[in-house]
């Protein structure tokens, strides 16, 4: 994705592409010819065979999400039942990836379902997914990134719905732009966040932070060339190099510069910061849509997260969807993604939802680049780290978060720590072999 920011200024969007990939419906004049009553959609099916799928009922399976992402994803559905008679049974796992293995072993998994990019190696190599024809669902119309982030050796298994990327927001009542660090040295490193906390009214945090999440630290881990994974799978986090990349850190943790959401009595970070708990933190473009909807008196702004040995870096998130290779409902299925992954049903779910198109006709259409919250998000594209690494990083990324507090309550070493949470991965994964 490299220089989409650029690219994005300097493109003059046409009134006819708004109007395409708008979330208003085009008006029906009622003089079709029958040449363009057999038009294809751009769901790729003619309007007939589109029409043929009334009354299809399909299950597409996901997590559940804001306000502002529910109710974007409701008119999705109501936008695609309109057009296609199909209706979908929304199925919301609370522990997603556990409850959805479990039904797929059971064959009641349903039609459709959100596959997140770090886990789609793993359903690959179950063969659970059905290959999606790269043409029919114009994959081509994605940004690399999110072309390959489901693919295997050519074949396509899901279909990008957005793609988010990592910030630094700032509560602007409690922190100047000017005074936070350019660099992630001088902002967890140095004496900035004591300082901060002391202006702060008492519970307020100056930081919070994701726990040892590899999903938002991997890019970190991995600076000079480290990785946390493998050839043979196998976790590698005990490497010198990874243990010297996130000592920053995990010091800032344990002398208390930064704190877990949960310590301040929320969920997450977007909790945390609308409730005025923390004046700052570094989050997904996901959350402006959250803010917006839930905090409207909070005043903040983005910019882009602080270098780290003197290199930019932010992660890069992305979902799919995904077919059910036992479907029964297969065109209805495609229909359904090819919908709500198309121009239109993208544009009305990324602009409610406040996440970024994975389709640059989208993002051209609905002019991210003029947003001032999204503009770092979108620079981060050209220098943002890919959240997947093969179909191990679950268990290793779950490993380092069951041993870390031993760390950040002065049990045991950094080094020990890492070490011991490689060792019980590597049993886990050898096991599973």
């Known amino acids: 994705m490299k220089k989409i ?8 969007v046409s009134m006819s592409l708004l109007a395409g990939c708008g979330t208003n419906k085009p008006k029906e004049t009622g003089n079709t010819t029958n040449q363009e009553s057999q038009a294809t959609t751009e769901a790729g099916q003619t309007q007939e065979e589109t029409k043929s799928l009334a009354g299809t009922k399909i299950a597409v399976g996901r997590w559940g999400g804001n306000d502002a992402e529910t109710a974007a994803y409701t008119q999705v559905l109501e936008d695609f039942k309109e057009k296609t008679g199909i209706e979908v049974v929304d199925r919301i796992y609370s522990d997603y990836n556990t409850e959805l293995q479990a039904e797929l072993i059971g064959g009641t998994a349903p039609d459709v379902f959100y596959v997140d990019a770090y886990m789609a190696p793993f359903y690959i190599q179950q063969g659970v997914l059905s290959e999606l024809d790269a043409a029919e669902f114009e994959v081509d119309k994605f940004y690399p990134s999110m072309q390959n982030a489901f693919a295997q050796d050519g074949k396509h298994y899901a279909i990008s719905k957005d793609s988010s990327t990592l910030a630094l927001y700032y509560n602007t009542d409690m922190v100047k732009k000017e005074d936070i660090p350019t660099t992630l040295e001088e902002l967890w490193g140095g004496d900035f966040l004591t300082n901060l906390k002391t202006t702060l009214p008492e519970g307020t945090a100056a930081m919070t932070y994701n726990g040892g999440d590899f999903a938002r630290i991997l890019y970190m881990a991995e600076m000079g060339g480290a990785s946390v994974v493998k050839e043979d799978g196998f976790s590698n986090i005990s490497d010198p190099k990874i243990v010297d990349n996130l000592r920053l850190i995990f010091e800032a943790a344990k002398d208390g510069k930064v704190v877990k959401p949960e310590d301040l009595g929320t969920g997450w970070n977007g909790d945390a910061f609308g409730n005025a ?5 570094i989050e997904g473009n996901w959350v402006i849509g959250h803010l917006k909807t839930n905090f409207p008196n909070i005043n903040f702004e983005s910019i882009e997260i602080p270098t780290f040995k003197g290199e930019k870096g932010t992660m890069v998130f992305t979902v799919g969807y995904a077919m059910n290779v036992k479907t029964k409902n297969e065109a ?11 121009p239109e049903g993208m544009a009305t ?20 680049a003029q947003d001032p919250l999204k503009v770092a998000h979108l620079k981060g594209m050209d220098y943002e780290t890919p959240w997947q690494k ?3 990083m679950d268990t290793i990324n779950t490993e380092l978060k069951n041993y870390l507090q031993a760390y950040l309550l002065g049990e045991r070493t950094l080094d020990e720590v890492m070490k011991i949470s490689e060792d019980e991965a590597n049993k886990i994964i050898q096991a599973n072999q």
Do not use: C, H, Q
Request: avoid cysteine.
């Open 5 to 12: 920011f650029a690219a994005l200024m300097m493109v003059t």
């Open 277 to 281: 708990k923390t004046a700052i933190m």
């Open 332 to 342: 209805a299925a495609k229909e359904f993604i090819k919908y709500i992954t198309g």
């Open 349 to 368: 779910w990324t602009t409610g939802a406040g996440v970024f198109p994975s389709r640059e006709d989208v993002a051209l259409a609905t002019n991210v």
């Open 390 to 392: 093969g179909t191990t």
